[in-house]
Every structure is written in C-alpha cells, then in structure tokens.
C-alpha cells in the first residue's frame, strides 16, 4: 500500500510554525544583558570620590586655620603687651641720675683737650620715647655704670657686664651710656614672659567661664495625661415627716439598692509648674481638665410626670417635670450617661522616696479647687421610679483630693513618669437640697513628662 507522504517541504513548514510563535525581548531586557555582559566603567565615580575627599580635606584645613587666627587674635587681645622697649640688637640711651651727670660734668672739665667732642644718636626700640636726647659719657666711670632698663610695667635688671672703654660724648651736659641690649638673653626673657602670660590668660578665661557656669534652674514644667475610669457612691440624706416612697418602703436608708450603675472610662489632661524645694521636696500648682462619666440602665416609657423631694429647713419643696425613662419595667431598655466636664486648680506636694539622678520612685498628692464646666446628668426621682433631668441642682464648685505614686526616668533635661492615680470628690455633685449625696471616684494611668525652664 503506497503512502502518499511528501517530506519535501516539512522543514519549511516546521520553520513557519515556530515563526508564528517568536518572542522577541524588549530594549530594556538586551540593555540589561548588554550591561551584564561587559559591566559599566566606574572610573568616573572614583574621579568624584577623589574630588570630594580633596575638596573637604581643603575645607576643613581653612576651617582649622581660621580657627586658629581666631584664638590667636582673642589670646594677643587679652594679653598686655609683655615688654614694651627696644628690639633686640638695637642700641638705646639711657638718662643716668643727676648727680652722676654732676660727676660726669666736672670730670669732662678737668680732662680738657684730652676729650674728644663728638655727638651719637642711638636708634631706638618701639617703646623708646621719641624725645631722647645725646648724652655724655666718661670713659673712665664706663665700667662702673650698671645697665638698667626702664619698661612700662616693670624695671628690667641685667647682669652687670663690665662694658668697653668707649668715647666720651658731650651734649648739653647730660650724660649717658650707649649700650647694646644682648639679644639671646632678651629673646629668651620674652619667651618666658610669653609663656607666662600666655598660662596666665588662659588660667583667667577658665575660672571666669567657671564663675560663669548657669545654675540649674528650679522650676520645671509638666504636661500629663491620664485615662481614667469614674465610679460614683451614693447616700440618701431622711429628714423628719418625709414620705416614704412605697416601692422604697423598707430601704429609704440605701438608695444603691434600686438603681443599677455601672463604671465607665473618662480622661485627664493638664500641665503644672513646679518648684524644687531640695533634692526630695517639690511643690507644684497648675490647671487640669477632667472628663468622667459613668452609666445608668433604665427603661424606656411613655411620657408621665415625676417629682424631686427638696431637703429645706422651712418646707419640703419639690421639682417636677416629664420624662419618658424609668428605673424598672419599661417598652425596652435604654442606657443613660451622668457625664460631667470640669476644670480644676491642682495645688500640691512631690516627694522622691528612692533613686538617684535617672531612675526615681515618688509620691504626689493636693487638693483640687474644681469648677463644673458642664454636665448631662440624671436625678433619680423621690419615688425611685423615674430619672429626670434638673440642671438647676447641679453643684458649681467643688473640691477634689489626689494621691498618685510614680516611676520616672530621666534623660538630659527631660523627665518621663508612669504611675497610678486616685481622685476623689469631697462634696456631692449636687446641691444639699438634693436629697441623695453624689460623689465620684476616679482610678486612671498618669503618664507626664517634665522639662527643666
């Protein structure tokens, strides 16, 4: 049987195939073999590396030496000159006493022809006055002249040499020497006097800075925060012929038996200045800013009207209004809030108890003058049975007592503190017309943070 395959064309047609499926690789993936294949020259990022390390290494040999002139200035500016007189190798005169310039006169009488007039100038230093005049000199006092060297500030006393016969000068009878000042022993007497008043300058610069040096400062700055979470205690105040509620028959004495109130979280912030004392004692007063707040579950219901029995020396008046919460059976239940926002004055007292200069352990407590900002709460009714609002009731000022206990670390001139806190209320939260005393206590985390002024 005969198989009509024809293989004539079948590379051709494997070759057409195979085109159709051709893949061809971006610019970016044959740059990337490119580079991979013979790697980028990086001699230019060398160049740029020698050229910054020169250029800094230059700037930092200017900065030096304009630091250097600068100290060398301040030094010769505070330095008083070391030796004021004539250079070393220059010649000065010198004004001798008077009654040498008597001696010296008739001596030059008496030797008649035998002297020779003649008439020098020395040249002179920077300090040598300007108005020198020639002097006379005899040669046979010469070696029994001592030298002396008048300066500014002090005398200058040099080794009595004996000195060369020199020719005697004459001018207008005044007589002197004419000398050279050696130099090795001169530049070595600036030298020391250089280094002298070089440790001398210095010495003084170190113990002004010294009685210079700024005092810590005793007073210190303090910002904190702190959640808080506010419980409330109640007491009911019976007066004499006051309606005993019937729900309430029995327990008129304990209000907390028919109402269900629960903790709820609230928030402190404030900032104080304080005051060392000594290294255990602070004071410190501020201003501080309370949010508390606690709940209430109570039922919904339709509207009906509920009274307040008011505590008055001349009758018992009473607050009445509508509301649609009750404290038992209701439509469904509903969760109330007694929210109060207050602003407080804290005055009081630190004491470390342990640590050295980082770690510490203290204790803080005052008083708190505190004024009610505003607030959202609900008086129970005399009957127990309903919640109603009355704003009018609500005490404006109040007193609060903190105690807190801390751990604080120091770092430099900062220091960080955590640590619990306690705040109580002194008096109640409402007027003492209100039959029922409210007072709230608050738990939190403090966490401050103080600076030194």
């Known amino acids: ?17 195979s085109d ?3 893949m061809y690789p971006s610019d970016r993936v044959w740059n990337n073999v490119y580079s991979s294949l013979h790697g980028r020259k990086k001699w230019w990022a060398l160049g740029f590396t020698l050229f910054l390390m020169g250029a800094g290494l230059l700037v930092g040999k200017e900065l030096l030496v304009s630091n250097y002139n600068r100290i060398a200035k301040d030094l010769n500016q505070n330095t008083e000159p070391l030796l004021t007189g004539p250079a070393p190798g220059k010649l000065v005169s010198i004004e001798t006493a ?9 001596h030059s009488s008496n030797t008649g022809s035998n002297n020779t007039n003649t008439s020098a100038q020395a040249p002179l230093g920077n300090s040598t006055s300007s108005n020198t005049l ?26 009595n040499d004996p000195l060369p016969s020199m020719p005697a000068i004459h001018s207008n009878n005044v007589a002197a020497r004419v000398f050279a000042i050696p130099q090795t022993d001169l530049a070595l007497h600036e030298k020391n006097n250089s280094t002298s008043k070089s440790t001398a300058a210095i010495n003084q610069v170190e113990n002004a800075s010294r009685h210079q040096t ?5 007073f210190f700055l303090q910002y904190y925060a702190s959640p808080t979470v506010s419980y409330r205690r109640l007491s009911n105040v019976n007066t004499p012929g006051q309606n005993n509620v019937p ?5 008129a004495d304990n209000v907390n038996r028919y109402v269900n109130h629960k903790p709820a979280p609230g928030f402190e912030l404030g900032s104080n200045i304080q005051y060392k004392l000594s290294n255990s004692l602070t004071i410190f007063a501020g201003v501080q800013l309370n949010y508390s707040r606690y709940y209430i579950d109570a039922f ?9 029995a ?4 001349t009758s018992h008046d009473t607050v009445s209004g509508y509301t649609n919460i009750r404290n038992f059976s209701g439509y469904e239940p509903e969760q109330l809030q007694n929210k109060y926002l207050q602003l407080s004055i804290p005055v009081g007292i630190e004491i470390k108890l342990l640590g050295q200069k980082k770690l510490q352990f203290s204790v803080a407590g005052g008083i708190q003058p505190t004024f009610l900002l505003s607030s959202t709460s609900y008086l129970i009714s005399s009957d127990y049975k309903n919640y109603i609002q009355s704003p009018d009731l609500a005490r404006g000022f109040n007193v609060h007592t903190n105690f807190e206990a801390f751990i604080s670390y120091k770092t430099g001139n900062v220091k960080w503190q955590i640590g619990p806190q306690f705040r109580s209320q002194l008096l109640s939260s409402y007027s003492n017309q209100y039959r029922v005393r409210e007072y709230l206590t608050e738990y939190g985390i403090k966490f401050g943070i103080t600076k030194s002024f």
């Open 310 to 313: 008011l505590n008055t020396a």
């Open 300 to 308: 919904k219901y339709s509207k009906e009207k509920a009274s307040i």
């Open 247 to 251: 729900v309430a028959s029995g327990f």
């Open 20 to 22: 159709q499926y051709k």
């Open 134 to 159: 020639p002097a006379s000199i005899s040669a046979a006092n010469a070696d029994e002249t001592r030298q002396v060297i008048a300066t500014a500030e002090t005398d200058l006393v040099i080794e």
């Open 98 to 106: 008077p009654s040498r310039r008597t001696n010296n006169a008739n």
């Open 214 to 218: 700024v005092q810590p400062s005793r």
């Open 1 to 17: 049987m005969d198989l009509n395959i024809y293989d004539n064309d079948f590379e051709e047609f494997l070759k057409q195939k």
